[in-house]
């Protein structure tokens, strides 16, 4: 890709006002940056020196609020597929803390459980949506630095409420005994899923930039609330606490792992399915 600051900068501002998460708007930003090259290569054939090709290039792809304006309308399903995602992990969160601690402390089915699953979800929801997935750090490989120190504090709290030695032995075994998945070899297997998942999403060349976001938007939601249960201020009980930290996690790996637009194709499958089975003609 060449590097044409006009264009950049110009992409920027058209996209900073779209409102979109990190990675939705830097997959629009490449493909506009490609068109925006053909644009520019289209000139220069043409006999223009280079300054002037990119001024006609930028005239051409037009104004910053009617591209805004033109995207929108072309993109009236974005919403929905956000939603059913969103949906879909909140659904699949709701069933987790109904058979998790029964799976994995074997505590008894209790309506407290479901109880504290909305509220949580709501305050997951309103971190990963608001503030997490529209932050962005340029150039993007900053956001490794920053993501390298959000894991060390999780590592610093983690030691200071058990010990060096239990931290270490916890990442070494398999061992979810107690705390369900929220144990240093849970959240690290259920980290390495996350971003497996993301990087086979990825457009070709974003792959590296695609597991840092996800590497950060992991960590954060994981360490602000190993640092929000350790002061008691959300979850009073221990039991609370498990829960708590166990349904954070699950909601920051269910976030990396599914991929909106496999829930429209999973969606539409069912639907045909569902009218294929009840339809008296079996052709359709």
């Known amino acids: 890709m060449d590097n044409v600051p006009e264009f950049k900068a110009y992409l ?3 996209i900073d006002g779209l409102g979109l998460d990190a990675d ?8 506009w940056y490609q068109h925006l090259e053909e644009l520019l290569n289209k000139y220069l054939q043409d006999g223009f020196n280079r300054q002037e090709a990119i001024k006609q290039a930028l ?9 805004r304006a033109e995207w929108k309308k072309s993109s009236p399903g974005r919403k929905a597929m956000l939603g059913l995602k969103e949906t ?17 402390i074997q505590a008894t089915f209790s309506l407290f459980y479901l109880a504290v699953t909305l509220p949580v979800l709501l305050i997951c929801g309103a971190v990963y949506h608001i503030l997490l997935s529209r932050l962005t750090v340029r150039p993007p490989w900053w956001l490794l630095f920053v993501t390298l120190g959000i894991y ?3 590592l610093l709290k983690s030691v200071s409420l058990t010990s060096l030695e239990s931290v270490f032995l916890q990442l070494i075994m398999l061992d979810f005994s107690g705390d369900g998945l929220f144990t240093m070899s849970g959240i690290h297997l259920l980290w390495a899923a996350a971003v497996v998942c ?4 990825s457009p070709p060349g974003q792959a590296w930039k695609r597991a840092i976001r996800s590497s950060f938007e992991f960590w954060a939601m994981n360490t602000a609330a190993l640092f929000l249960a350790a002061t ?4 009073g009980s221990a039991e609370g606490k498990v829960l708590f930290l166990n349904l954070v996690l699950l909601y920051a790996t269910i976030q990396q792992v599914i991929q909106p ?11 045909y399915w569902f009218r294929k089975a009840l339809s008296p003609d079996r052709s359709l």
Do not use: D
């Not at 659904?91 to 601690?101: E, F, T």
């Not at 993301?198 to 999403?201: D, E």
């Not at 637009?261 to 639907?271: D, E, F, G, P």
């Open 12 to 14: 920027r501002s058209v």
């Open 24 to 31: 939705s708007g830097e997959e629009l930003f490449q493909e």
């Open 59 to 67: 005239r051409q792809f037009g104004a910053a609020e009617q591209i």
């Open 88 to 104: 879909t992990v909140w659904l699949l969160c709701a069933l987790a803390s109904s058979v998790g601690p029964w799976l994995f």
């Open 152 to 154: 060390g504090l999780f």
């Open 198 to 201: 993301r990087i086979n999403a």
């Open 232 to 235: 008691e201020l959300l979850a």
């Open 261 to 271: 637009h496999y829930l429209i194709m999973a969606r539409s499958k069912l639907k």
